[in-house]
């Protein structure tokens, strides 16, 4: 074989080993649909504050707490003026973090939607880990003039879309 086809092959048997090992994106990939964001900017659709009952979203904090251990799951409470959720997400690789997409107030249904999402975050050189884990975080959600009767938590992440807990305030 001479020199040029070896070379030729070469290249192309390395081209095609690293595809998929590199990226130059921004390290902030989603694992689902919804993207996420767990400061700053708020999803918060229409019917935010608006309802017949008067009931408004004052305040949302967002926490990831750590690795977890009953994943696709989450508890809803209500503590005075607040609505808490405790949830745990899989995410597809060890790079996977819990964000908040969206926080929906829906006063038509008096439901309040909470949609947590997982994003891969890492730096350029930063390698994932590539098994599914479970991350951890806490939702608080404060309202003004009464809580929602109806609470739905949705998770988008490595296991898809679903909602994993309903809370109704008669429960």
């Known amino acids: 074989m ?42 918060t659709d229409s ?3 608006s309802g017949g009952s008067g009931q408004t979203i004052t305040d949302r904090t967002f926490e990831r707490t750590g690795e ?3 994943p696709s799951s989450a508890t809803v409470t209500r503590d005075g003026d607040t609505v ?31 949609v947590v999402a997982t994003n891969v975050e890492r730096e350029d050189d930063e390698v994932c880990t590539q098994a599914l884990v479970s991350r951890g975080y806490e939702v608080r959600v404060e309202f003004e003039n009464g809580l929602p009767g109806n609470v739905d938590v949705i998770h988008d992440g490595a296991d898809g879309r679903s909602t994993v807990a309903s809370s109704n305030a008669t429960e």
């Open 2 to 43: 001479d020199r040029r086809t070896f070379l030729a092959r070469t290249t192309v048997l390395a081209a095609v080993g690293l595809a998929g090992c590199t990226s130059t994106g921004t390290g902030d990939e989603s694992d689902g649909d919804g993207g996420g964001d767990d400061g700053g900017e708020w999803s």
């Open 47 to 49: 019917g935010n504050g």
């Open 68 to 70: 977890c251990d009953q």
């Open 84 to 114: 808490v959720v405790e949830g745990c997400i899989r995410g597809r690789n060890g790079c996977s973090v819990a964000v908040l997409d969206s926080v929906q107030y829906d006063a038509a249904e008096d439901r309040l939607s909470v």
